[in-house]
């Protein structure tokens, strides 16, 4: 079967940074995304690996590896603002999203 | 430009009555999809369309229905709601299978 497997629910402090982990098995694989989504708002894009490594995107940063079925995302210099839940969602062999039920990141003061 | 919209913003419904949710995207995306998001749950997959004129079902298709008669619209109802489909609902659309997905607001749902 297909699951995805993310920590319910993580706390950091403001400035800090924080890495919350994804393991996915999936029927096939064509990459691999993250989304953050605020309470009571819609998803929105934030990283998409397809090979391994590292991606970094200014505070953010993203990173797969497709042989351990392992990705995650990287919190730099944590704000206030990125209090809010992140959804790790690889892309199977039906070009599906497969969407984990998220991580609720905390950011305390 | 806005993107994805999606009406209602929110409703409640009797159960047993006939539902039918709009989504409109002006991105020119081939593809759309609709999900719906319960509590402690990812999103899960109910019906999507690659292009105008084609819909498959996902994870969760039955009590639904879809169509997708031009590129811009892509409305699901509800022939006859539930309870359980109590949920918030999120249309969204991407250019091709493999692009991110762009979500419109959401559309709450409740079935008493």
């Known amino acids: 079967g297909q699951n995805i497997d993310q920590p319910t629910e993580m706390t950091a402090t403001e400035g800090a940074i924080v890495q919350i982990n994804c393991t996915y098995q999936?029927?096939?694989?064509?990459?691999l995304f993250w989304y953050q989504q605020h309470a009571g708002e819609a998803p929105t894009f934030l990283s998409y690996?397809?090979l391994d490594g590292l991606e970094e995107k200014g505070r953010f940063s993203s990173f797969l590896s497709r042989s351990k079925g392992y990705s995650y995302l990287l919190l730099k210099e944590l704000q206030m603002k990125d209090s809010a839940s992140y959804l790790c969602?690889?892309?199977?062999?039906?070009?599906?999203?497969?969407w984990g039920a998220g991580t609720k990141l905390i950011i305390k003061p | 430009i806005a993107g994805i919209t999606q009406a209602p913003t929110s409703q409640i419904l009797a159960a047993g009555r006939r539902m039918t949710l709009r989504c409109t995207q002006d991105?020119?995306?081939?593809?759309m999809y609709w999900y719906r998001q319960d509590l402690g749950l990812g999103l899960r997959l109910i019906h999507y369309?690659?292009?105008?004129?084609?819909?498959g079902k996902g994870e969760v298709p039955d009590g639904y229905s879809v169509s997708r008669a031009n590129t811009d619209d892509f409305p699901l109802t509800l022939a006859s709601a539930v309870p359980s489909q109590t949920s918030v609902y999120f249309c969204?659309?991407?250019?091709?299978?493999?692009?991110?997905?762009?979500f419109g607001p959401g559309t709450r749902l409740t079935v008493l």
């Open positions: 969204a659309s991407s250019d091709t299978g493999y692009n991110e997905q762009f």
């Open positions: 991105m020119r995306h081939n593809a």
């Open positions: 369309s690659n292009t105008a004129g084609t819909t």
């Open positions: 999936t029927s096939g694989f064509n990459g």
């Open positions: 690996n397809v």
């Open positions: 969602a690889p892309l199977d062999s039906n070009y599906q999203l497969i």
